[in-house]
């Protein structure tokens, strides 16, 4: 391994331990330094600030390690997503609190955007209306991932992930059915596959 990557990893272990026992605004790039024994000097050479540092971390345990081949489809990424979350969530808890400009938040929208397009490509043309449902759906799975960590992640991560399918098919199955003027006549929900 690289001497940089040492150093980076070093720097994002401690910046994991910190996050378990506090709040991301709390901490301090001294702290951060202080507990791994690296002087500040070492920290900005390789981060520009402690976001920076939050988004790496996701990026290098989850982006790059990932083996994307595994995915049949945007439902399996969501529910590798959710199990890396699941794993790592006194970490994300903390660091999704965090909103505005560098944000782990601003940062993970930025990477959930291409998934969204793909789902959402056929879907209606570009132009303001995409964007306003990429946006939608963007803030809308990242408020859910929120609140299921939040509340301690009662269900596992399959649960949440079939959840959130369970509620997106209903909902289009209801529009859908609003549009052709069958609305009585189609559930919300229906039971599950036999």
């Avoid at 070093?10 to 331990?17: D, E, G, H, R």
């Avoid at 056929?122 to 759906?137: P, S, W």
Wanted: proline share 2%; net charge negative.
């Amino acid at each position: 391994m690289a001497d940089s990557n040492i150093t980076k990893n070093a720097l994002a272990v401690s910046m994991k331990k910190l996050m378990e026992k506090k709040p991301f605004s709390k901490i301090s790039v001294g702290d951060i330094c202080e507990d791994c024994g690296m002087n500040r000097k070492s920290f900005y050479y390789h981060f520009r600030d402690k976001y920076d540092l939050v988004n790496w971390i996701f990026y290098v345990d989850f982006i790059e390690r990932m083996d994307w081949s595994s995915c049949r489809n945007e439902w399996d990424m969501l529910e590798a997503l959710c199990s890396h979350f699941y794993r790592e969530r006194l970490f994300y808890q903390n660091a999704l609190q965090v909103e505005g400009q560098n944000s782990f938040r601003e940062y993970f929208c930025g990477m959930l955007r291409p998934v969204l397009m793909l789902l959402t490509q056929n879907l209606v043309e570009k132009g303001r209306k995409k964007e306003f449902y990429i946006a939608f759906l963007c803030e809308g799975v990242l408020g859910e991932l929120v609140y299921w960590l939040r509340e301690g992640s009662k269900i596992t991560p399959e649960e949440f992930v079939e959840d959130l399918h369970d509620i997106s098919l209903g909902l289009a199955r209801k529009i859908i059915a609003e549009e052709a003027g069958t609305q009585n006549e189609i559930p919300l929900f229906q039971n599950k596959k036999v």
